[in-house]
């Protein structure tokens, strides 16, 4: 079973890491693949280069198995719609388990996403939230979520796509653009991202005014 979590990582922190790890034990698979993103349909331009970006990422990963980088969105032109990378990895993997893992606000979010009905036909949905927290009511994602829940992991083994799980994570008060205002302000961000992380930003001056 393949497991993807995608994100621009701009920079990459400890809420980006401790989720994908809860994730990758509660799933009982041998890693989670990180996905950066080279051109986020949904948000700003990262500060940073996407090469900047994957090497900070990399500095990030580099002593934990359990966290694998896949670049194949940096490598594609024009915005990195995650239903595009679906389908990339259905093509490749043929019927194995394929699972995105995204937060609560980025499944309330789905409806906005680059043809977002396509995606649970091409991938199972694992939500990382807090213990607790609503999920969407109403609408029609609301009535696609309710008929594809599932409670025990092993459902998602047993055909490709098309589930969906909800895992309760390590919840973290930190955020990239806490982290980019804070070296803009010539303040420190450590203890929210690695420290070969924060080392190589200031090296090379990432993000600082």
């Known amino acids: 079973m393949i497991c993807i979590f995608g994100g621009t990582f701009d920079p990459v922190h400890f809420g980006h890491l401790r989720p994908a790890l809860d994730v990758q034990q509660a799933l009982g698979i041998a890693c989670v ?17 996407a090469e900047q970006r994957l090497e900070l990422l990399q500095l990030a990963v580099a002593d934990e198995p359990a966290l694998e980088i896949d670049e194949r969105e940096l490598h594609r032109d024009g915005p990195s719609y995650m239903v595009d990378t679906l389908e990339s990895l259905r093509t490749a993997h043929g019927d194995e388990p394929v699972c995105l893992a995204l937060g609560m606000d980025a499944l309330r979010g789905l409806e906005r996403w680059h043809r977002w009905q396509d995606i649970p036909a091409l991938c199972h949905l694992v939500v ?13 994602l609301a009535d696609r979520l309710s008929s594809a829940c599932v409670t025990d992991a092993s459902a998602l083994e047993k055909q490709p796509a098309g589930c969906v799980i909800g895992f309760p994570v390590t919840q973290m008060a930190v955020s990239s653009t806490q982290i980019r205002d804070l070296l803009a302000a010539g ?7 690695p420290d070969a992380v924060l080392n190589r930003i200031r090296q090379e001056k990432w993000y600082a005014n």
């Open 187 to 193: 303040q420190s961000p450590r203890y929210l991202l």
């Open 128 to 140: 990382m939230h807090r213990p607790g927290s609503p999920w969407p009511q109403q609408g029609t």
């Open 33 to 49: 693949h990180l996905l950066p993103c080279r051109v986020p349909p949904h948000r700003a331009a990262p500060l940073v280069t």
